[in-house]
């Protein structure tokens, strides 16, 4: 029995409508059908109250999924690698700096380029410095709204690379544009932060999470298998 057949067993049982398990778990009724139909897989939150619902454990509504699924890896978030690029590059340069003046004070060329590597040094560790701002402020966003939020599944529209100028040696970057129903069917298509592409991998898995006061408020987690 799959994953779909259990969860139409189960409500048939309790006797509920597709409408009454999407309003308990806050998706729409679209969502509960494409469930059903093994269409689509409900995320790990959705399915935790599923189970609550159901009366029966997670392993034994997971237990009819292909627990691949559920074993996701999160994709490196973008401003964290190349925050820490930076960072270790612009660390490497101030020391390189402080060596070379510390063997070079009488000589007039190699200070002037103490001088450069220097100022290089600063610039990369000012910017790792900002990614990593960056990169936390994405953080505690995602961690408030997993914590507070509704969460959907959504469907990978499009992949999109970012541009060369933003990309470091053989390391491309890029975000997904998705598309998710909320509860009441009304489709939306969000943005999710950058991430670092996995060349040999061609499926990627998101969920939505939205603030359940402003539909503005979200954040896009994209996962891996």
């Not at 380029?113 to 990593?132: D, P, Y």
């Not at 961690?143 to 959907?152: A, D, I, P, Q, T």
């Amino acid at each position: 029995m799959t994953l779909g057949e259990t969860i139409k067993e189960n409500r048939a049982k309790f006797r509920l409508t597709q409408e009454k398990i999407a309003e308990m778990v806050n998706v729409s009724r679209q969502a509960v059908t494409k469930w059903e139909a093994d269409k689509s897989v409900p995320c790990i939150e959705n399915l935790i109250v599923l189970a609550d619902i159901f009366g029966i454990s997670l392993d034994e509504l997971a237990g009819k999924l292909d627990m691949k699924t559920l074993e996701l890896r999160p994709v490196k978030n973008a401003w964290f690698l190349y925050g820490k690029i930076m960072l270790i590059l612009g660390l490497f340069l101030l020391v390189a700096t402080a060596v070379l003046k510390a063997f070079t004070q009488m000589q007039h060329d190699l200070q002037t380029w103490a001088l450069i590597l220097g100022i290089n040094g600063v610039i990369w560790f000012s910017l790792g410095g900002i990614f990593f701002a960056i990169y936390k402020i994405q953080r505690n966003k995602q961690r408030r709204l997993m914590k507070e939020g509704v969460c959907y599944n959504a469907k990978i529209d499009q992949i999109i690379r970012t541009h060369a100028g933003i990309r470091i040696g053989s390391i491309i970057a890029g975000y997904a544009v998705c598309s998710y129903y909320n509860q009441d069917g009304e489709s939306f298509t969000v943005k999710s932060y950058a991430f670092i592409l996995e060349e040999h991998h061609a499926e990627y898995h998101a969920i939505v999470y939205i603030s359940p006061n402003s539909p503005k408020d979200y954040v896009v987690e994209i996962s891996i298998l």
